[in-house]
């Protein structure tokens, strides 16, 4: 028995499908031959709002994976039926050798006033698209799932930042509120998406920059990008 993914890097989203965690039977699969052991653990403060946490260990052998995964709750009262706001998972595979660790958390600072969701992922291992290499990842956010964060449910601000072999990407966006006008009451955001990218060859002359800056204001928002390739 093995988790039903064929690659370490899909074993987050396998776990982030409902319902979330890989304790779910509907996410493992048979294996000839494959074993799996698990170590499910619960720690929490006197006071539980201080502290929650529960951890599931799991060691399938003979492929060698170890999987570490925990929901973990801090300063809230956990809620029957409601995930935790902070979900983490570890693997490591110690035959091919790879590893890959995801933090995410969606937290609401002041209740209705400060909320922050986001996740951050780093990577090591053979290269998806060339399993003779290896390459690495770490990203704070990505640019399809940036790490966002929302004031009175008005100011909200992404951003997310990505380094791999050769080249880094990073993009930001912030939005704010118009005044309403005599007529009606209007939103206005105001979006700086830079979504930069830059990439090195190697060499100390060798790497080249260039950006494009676009300005336009369509339907109420005003945008501008910058690339760097």
Same mark, same amino acid.
């Given at each position: 028995?093995?988790?039903?993914?064929?690659?370490?890097?899909?074993? @987050?989203? =396998?776990?982030?499908?409902?319902?979330?965690? %890989?304790?779910?039977?509907?996410?493992?699969? $048979?294996?000839?031959?494959?074993?799996? +052991?698990?170590?499910?653990?619960? &720690?929490?403060?006197?006071?539980?709002?201080? %502290?929650?946490?529960?951890?599931?260990?799991?060691?399938?052998?003979?492929?060698?994976? %170890?999987?570490?995964?925990?929901?973990?709750?801090?300063?809230?009262?956990?809620?029957?039926?409601?995930?935790?706001?902070?979900?983490?998972?570890?693997?490591?595979?110690?035959?091919?050798?790879?590893?890959? +660790?995801?933090?995410?958390?969606?937290?609401? =600072?002041? *209740?209705?006033?400060?909320?922050? $969701?986001?996740?951050?992922?780093?990577?090591?291992?053979?290269?998806?698209?060339?399993?003779?290499?290896?390459?690495?990842? +770490?990203?704070?956010?990505?640019?399809?799932?940036? &790490?966002?964060? *929302?004031? =009175?449910?008005? @100011?909200?601000?992404?951003?997310?930042?990505?380094?791999?072999?050769?080249?880094?990407?990073?993009?930001?966006?912030?939005?704010?509120?118009? *005044?309403?006008?005599?007529?009606?009451?209007?939103?206005?955001?105001? *979006?700086?998406?830079?979504?930069?990218?830059?990439?090195?060859?190697?060499?100390?002359?060798?790497?080249?920059? !260039?950006?494009?800056?676009?300005?336009?204001?369509? !339907?109420? @928002?005003?945008?501008?990008?910058?690339?760097?390739?």
């Amino acid at each position: 028995m093995r988790p039903n993914a064929d690659q370490i890097t899909d074993y @987050f989203p =396998l776990s982030t499908q409902p319902p979330i965690g %890989l304790d779910q039977p509907s996410k493992w699969r $048979e294996a000839c031959d494959s074993h799996a +052991i698990g170590l499910g653990v619960n &720690i929490a403060t006197i006071n539980p709002r201080i %502290l929650n946490l529960a951890a599931l260990f799991t060691f399938v052998y003979p492929e060698l994976l %170890l999987l570490i995964e925990g929901h973990a709750g801090i300063l809230q009262l956990p809620e029957p039926g409601k995930e935790p706001p902070f979900h983490a998972l570890m693997a490591f595979d110690l035959d091919e050798p790879s590893a890959l +660790i995801n933090v995410s958390g969606k937290y609401e =600072l002041l *209740k209705g006033i400060i909320s922050a $969701e986001g996740m951050t992922e780093a990577y090591y291992g053979p290269n998806p698209s060339d399993t003779s290499k290896t390459t690495y990842r +770490i990203a704070l956010g990505e640019k399809q799932r940036p &790490i966002s964060s *929302k004031v =009175l449910q008005l @100011f909200q601000s992404n951003s997310y930042f990505v380094v791999e072999p050769g080249h880094w990407q990073l993009g930001c966006g912030i939005g704010f509120p118009r *005044k309403a006008t005599a007529s009606r009451s209007r939103l206005f955001d105001l *979006k700086l998406m830079p979504a930069v990218k830059a990439r090195f060859s190697g060499g100390p002359h060798s790497s080249t920059v !260039s950006s494009v800056w676009r300005e336009k204001l369509d !339907s109420g @928002f005003l945008r501008r990008d910058s690339t760097w390739a």
